[in-house]
């Protein structure tokens, strides 16, 4: 089984400040990784993944996130953000193999940028 | 860019009434699945759907749950008597297969009186 910890459920940054969203997973077997932006009242849509290769992925709207294997975490960090950014964000496991490898979300952390 | 729909975008009913949530996947994919999310908490995995059965469900989707694939496009969740507890956002899932990624519709919001 996997899971999938956000420890901040809430992150307010000023409007063009770096921001780093924090994820932690635990799994018993190889796993991708994900991270899903939500915008209000929207669906999910897909920030970006980790699938093997580089641990260092880089995604839509120049978000990126680092895998870091020993820590079992996969955090997201902007540089910059802006207005639009303020949404929430989920990050995500699912196993590279094995069942019909359903995607396990954490809590979400919701990032408000203030102007 | 082909892309997962859901209808409606939101649904109000009444306790103990029959609901159905509707989603068209992405024309050549064969996996599917159904997700909800109670305001608030985290996005949770109710089902997963191949080759017209069932294929993993979560213990959430007891048996006033069911899902269809009524013909080649839709894909249905039906709720037989709806709780007050069910009210959530529910998406809708697809993927080609199982090494594609997983593409995630609008969502529904279905909420209970």
């Known amino acids: 089984a996997q899971s999938v910890t956000q420890l901040d459920s809430q992150v307010p940054v000023f409007e063009e400040a770096p921001v780093e969203l924090r994820c932690n997973y635990s799994?018993?077997?190889?796993?991708?990784l994900f991270w899903y932006v939500q915008y209000p009242n929207q669906g999910l849509q897909l920030l970006l993944k980790?699938?093997?290769?580089?641990?260092l992925v880089k995604g839509i709207n120049g978000f990126e996130a680092e895998f870091n294997k020993s820590q079992t975490s996969f955090h997201l960090r902007k540089p910059s953000v802006h207005i639009s950014d303020t949404a929430e964000y989920f990050c995500a496991v699912r196993p590279l193999r094995g069942g019909y490898q359903k995607v396990t979300f954490g809590t979400g952390t919701k990032l408000q940028v203030i102007p | 860019e082909p892309e997962v729909t859901q209808t409606p975008s939101h649904q109000v009913t009444q306790m103990g009434q029959e609901v159905i949530l509707r989603c068209v996947p992405i024309s050549n994919h064969l996996y599917f699945y159904w997700y909800r999310q109670i305001l608030g908490q985290k996005v949770e995995f109710l089902v997963s759907?191949?080759?017209?059965?069932?294929?993993?469900k979560s213990e959430i989707f007891d048996d006033q749950f069911s899902v269809e694939r009524p013909d080649g496009s839709n894909f249905t969740l039906k709720i037989r008597s709806t709780k007050l507890e069910d009210s959530a956002m529910y998406f809708c899932?697809?993927?080609?297969?199982?090494?594609?990624?997983?593409?995630f519709g609008p969502g529904t919001r279905l909420t209970v009186l």
């Open positions: 759907f191949y080759n017209n059965e069932i294929s993993e």
């Open positions: 899932a697809s993927r080609l297969g199982l090494d594609n990624e997983q593409f």
């Open positions: 799994s018993s077997v190889s796993v991708y």
């Open positions: 980790y699938l093997s290769g580089s641990t």
